[in-house]
């Protein structure tokens, strides 16, 4: 591979620098939401990127969000990530970043600081990223509502998508994830005082444990419903007018969301005078394997070449942004970044001595591709 002969070596040189910005980027707090933590973050990235790449960022602002964009003129592989995280601000103050052995644990370390800082390790040893966009977004843990368009924008001009977020512990890559909707269930009833006329209220909270038992049975099959955040009432000795119910649903398949969407719609209440408002829907559709296969074939190439690891392929239950593009019918593989686990929990950690060689890979698979730009990638056979 051209370019690349010494890229394992050059990359395992690199482990040191990676740690230390890994923790500089998990000290910088990047909740959902938090436009003063966010732009911190961005001011952080963006002079990493642009000294990574040779180009400018285009900070983009988006409901008072800032996403960072380095845009290739003749764009053929898009990087993708988001440096937002679940964590409120203040984490850091009782869980900082920590090394033991070769684990490192922290707030966003393994979803998603360690692809971020892994992404732009592949980059500096790449011979010419010029033909390489990046893309760094800070709402994709809120479902990315404002950054959509512009993914989907970006991975329309390219070959391409390669996703950093973390691959499984074993260190398989993602080429297909589930699907997810997300909604909103409000209960209107009737308030009235819960010790001297009960009966004159109609109990939200009664008719929301009733809906609780419905959503329930819309799961099987590998299609997940789940209730999650739920609220009622307002007063010990008031019978609640209003209830909310939150659901998360995950399936493999199109039809299985949209089953699962004309359910919740249809459901009816059952206490008399009891009124029900559904709002949300489908926020991804799944990510196919026939979108990632053939990219995992091109990673198992460069891995041979290179003397790594043997690559495999996942499915993954979550859905990322990795759905968006793969929707678009543009070859995308997830998984690329750190080797870790327990996103979303305080567990959550990265395998630092796998680094060095997701770097080598994913410099080894981006050069790949750049070489191989007149073939079409979904027609690329193992």
Aim: one cysteine or more; a negative charge.
């Amino acid at each position: 591979m051209t370019g690349l002969r010494d890229v394992c070596a050059r990359a395992r040189d690199r482990l040191p620098w990676m740690t230390t910005r890994l923790r500089d980027l998990v000290a910088c707090e990047s909740p959902p939401g938090a436009a003063d933590e966010l732009t911190a973050c961005a001011d952080l990235l963006e002079d990493w990127g642009t000294a990574a790449l040779g180009r400018p960022a285009r900070r983009i602002w988006l409901d008072g969000l800032p996403h960072l964009l380095w845009p290739a003129e003749r764009q053929r592989v898009l990087l993708l990530g988001h440096y937002d995280t679940v964590w409120p601000a203040g984490t850091v103050r009782d869980w900082p970043f920590a090394i033991t052995g070769t684990v490192a644990t922290g707030p966003g370390v393994c979803d998603m600081k360690a692809g971020i800082v892994q992404m732009l390790a592949a980059v500096e040893l790449l011979p010419d990223p010029s033909p390489v966009g990046l893309l760094l977004t800070c709402d994709e843990e809120s479902g990315s509502p404002a950054s959509r368009p512009l993914i989907e924008q970006q991975a329309a001009r390219s070959g391409a998508v390669l996703v950093g977020e973390p691959s499984t512990e074993s260190g398989k890559v993602k080429i297909a994830r589930k699907g997810g909707s997300v909604y909103q269930l409000t209960v209107r009833g009737r308030a009235a005082h819960a010790g001297v006329e009960p009966h004159r209220g109609v109990n939200a909270g009664v008719e929301l444990a009733h809906q609780l038992l419905n959503v329930g049975t819309l799961a099987g099959d590998g299609t997940s419903v789940t209730p999650t955040v739920l609220t009622a009432g307002t007063m010990t000795n008031v019978v609640p007018e209003a209830a909310v119910m939150h659901v998360d649903v995950r399936a493999w398949s199109r039809d299985e969301l949209h089953r699962v969407d004309e359910a919740l719609r249809s459901l009816v209440p059952r206490l008399p005078g009891a009124t029900l408002v559904i709002e949300g829907g489908v926020n991804r559709y799944p990510m196919p394997e026939a979108m990632g296969r053939p990219l995992l074939w091109q990673a198992q190439a460069v891995a041979a070449e290179l003397g790594l690891p043997a690559v495999d392929g996942a499915y993954a239950a979550g859905a990322s942004d990795a759905n968006f593009t793969a929707a678009l019918g543009v070859p995308t593989l997830d998984g690329l970044g750190g080797v870790g686990g327990h996103p979303h929990a305080r567990g959550e950690y990265v395998d630092l001595a796998r680094a060095p060689e997701r770097v080598a890979l994913l410099a080894g698979l981006i050069t790949r591709l750049l070489a191989a730009r007149d073939t079409p990638l979904t027609t690329v056979g193992p």
